[in-house]
């Protein structure tokens, strides 16, 4: 709700999570335009379960939003990342052609994805607001996302040849 009245998105709860826990150990922001894509932009009426329609309905400024961080980034490569199963199947369906699911989408964490001639890093992990409804989730969230800073940062292999680090169970 607070997102639709600011026009911005993550702006609460999971924004601020997201935003104040897991990104400022990465450093990576103030080097790298990453942008936080939802699948909807806006919440839901009465803040209901997201339909398809909702998404079709973004998705045009979800583009938008998408050709503005390849636009911004100097060398002409921006940064994604999906969060949750919704955004990560708009993206790949839109972008890639071939819808993939959260699963599948994990497995190729570090993938290049061409917008208009552009490279774009496309990264996904859980939603924040799943996280804060299952809190088993907040350690994998953690490690994709410092696997997003590492191949940001050129710490590993280029997504030619990926290194995927495989989720660990908090014990």
């Not at 997102?3 to 924004?15: S, V």
């Not at 601020?16 to 897991?22: A, F, G, V």
């Not at 990576?28 to 932009?41: D, G, K, Q, S």
């Amino acid at each position: 709700m607070q997102e639709d009245l600011a026009n911005l998105p993550f702006i609460g709860p999971t924004g601020r999570m997201l935003k104040t826990i897991y990104l400022p150990a990465l450093n990576i922001l103030e080097t790298h335009a990453v942008y936080f894509l939802n699948a909807a932009r806006c919440c839901t009426p009465g803040n209901t379960q997201l339909k398809n329609s909702h998404i079709k309905a973004c998705w045009e400024n979800n583009l938008y939003d998408i050709r503005q961080i390849c636009e911004y980034h100097n060398e002409g490569t921006g940064s994604i990342l999906c969060l949750g199963t919704h955004a990560v199947t708009a993206v790949t369906k839109n972008l890639m052609g071939k819808a993939l699911n959260l699963k599948s989408a994990l497995e190729s964490q570090g993938s290049v994805i061409q917008l208009e001639g552009r490279d774009l890093w496309f990264f996904c992990t859980y939603h924040p607001a799943g996280v804060m409804r299952q809190q088993n989730l907040k350690y994998p969230v953690a490690e994709h996302l410092e696997l997003i800073g590492q191949q940001l940062k050129g710490d590993v292999p280029s997504p030619s040849s990926p290194s995927i680090i495989p989720i660990r169970s908090p014990r």
